[in-house]
């Protein structure tokens, strides 16, 4: 493995070191093959990052110089070079826009072109430009949704089922410290329904639970879907070996010389010192837990709002992550058919009563 070595920055004053002043500027560099940006006066052959400030096109006037320095924009010019004078890229209009994702259905992911789509947008926002897609390019946009190359899908994750915790149990030792916070980290984030990335991080502490009879909860300060929000992560006692509640717990217990301002996961080392737990350790991607623990729960009768509230989900995007939707919704289907029939048994008999 390649060290890199790192010199001591020069003091407050201080000249800096040789090496970066003699630094060669940064060049722009090729484009590839087939992404050649036509020349133009107006999109010079400068860097990338520059680009936002010296690219400019006929509309923009003196709207460019008004916008802050330091804003990063990738290449997004280069997807539009259409055989068009530059006065009819923009305001580009809505047969052009349509053409253009049009000329890609069937050839990349529709996520793609929308992503081009916004630079787009985005690029007409800046130059004070009007936005001319409506009608024709939302035809075209669910065109391409449509004829996504199978090149461009990513297979469904496989989801870690509760055989799968039931096989880890008895080949942790979990007397041993890092095999104590391993069977934590899994049991959580299956009944939890985490990704790892949300458990696996130094800024949740070993402070951090809070416990009571039949449960415990912790917070987290970012999560995928509530951002900078951050999120609580629930744990409810189930009827398991694999009790996300006990496994948390037993975690604590087994590495008791780890210090309080550790990450809530570290455990101890053969070396009487303490590391963290890494996503390296653990070889599998954080949804595999997440997709099998909302699947488990939902197999058990938990209602799929409260699987949501438990996933943190914003949107019914979870249903995407189902699992085994064969024995799923008969399950929930035959309840509450027998729920309804209930209820009607129930009005028959109050009004057999009155009478």
């Known amino acids: 493995m390649s060290h890199i070595s790192l010199t001591k920055p020069s003091q407050v004053g201080a000249l800096p070191n040789s090496s970066c002043s003699n630094r060669k500027p940064p060049k722009p560099r090729k484009p590839k093959k087939g992404c050649e940006i036509a020349q133009s006066s107006f999109r010079p052959h400068i860097l990338a990052r520059d680009r936002l400030h010296h690219w400019t096109a006929p509309i923009s006037d003196t709207f460019h110089s008004k916008l802050v320095k330091d804003f990063a924009l990738d290449d997004i010019i280069q997807l539009f070079n259409v055989l068009l004078v530059s006065s009819h890229r923009m305001p580009a209009s809505d047969n052009l826009l349509a053409l253009f994702v049009a000329f890609w259905a069937g050839k990349t992911a529709a996520t793609m072109v929308e992503n081009w789509l916004s630079g787009l947008h985005f690029w007409h926002n800046m130059h004070s430009a009007p936005w001319y897609g409506h009608t024709l390019l939302h035809m075209s946009t669910a065109g391409v949704k449509k004829l996504v190359p199978e090149s461009s899908k990513c297979p469904q994750r496989p ?193 057999f009563n009155c009478h």
Not at 173 to 187: G, P, Q
Not at 234 to 255: E, K, W
Not at 267 to 284: D, I, K, V
């Open 159 to 351: 989801p870690v089922t509760l055989e799968h915790m039931h096989a880890l149990y008895p080949h942790l030792d979990l007397s041993n410290t890092f095999d104590a916070s391993v069977f934590a980290v899994a049991s959580i984030a299956f009944w939890s329904c985490c990704r790892l990335g949300e458990l696996i991080v130094n800024w949740i502490t070993r402070r951090s639970p809070a416990n009571g009879v039949s449960w415990s909860s912790f917070p987290i300060p970012w999560s995928k879907t509530t951002l900078g929000t951050g999120a609580k992560i629930i744990l409810s006692r189930v009827d398991d070996i694999s009790n996300p509640v006990s496994a948390l717990n037993h975690h604590i217990s087994a590495n008791t010389i780890v210090p309080p301002h550790a990450p809530l996961f570290a455990f101890e080392t053969a070396s009487g010192r303490w590391a963290p737990m890494t996503p390296g350790l653990l070889q599998l991607t954080g949804h595999c837990f997440r997709i099998g623990g909302a699947t488990e729960l939902l197999l058990r009768g938990v209602p799929p709002d409260v699987v949501a509230v438990q996933g943190c989900w914003k949107s019914r995007a979870f249903l995407e992550h189902w699992r085994k939707i064969d024995s799923i919704l008969p399950l929930f289907i035959t309840s509450s058919f027998a729920d309804v029939r209930v209820t009607m048994v129930q009005l028959s008999m109050g009004s």
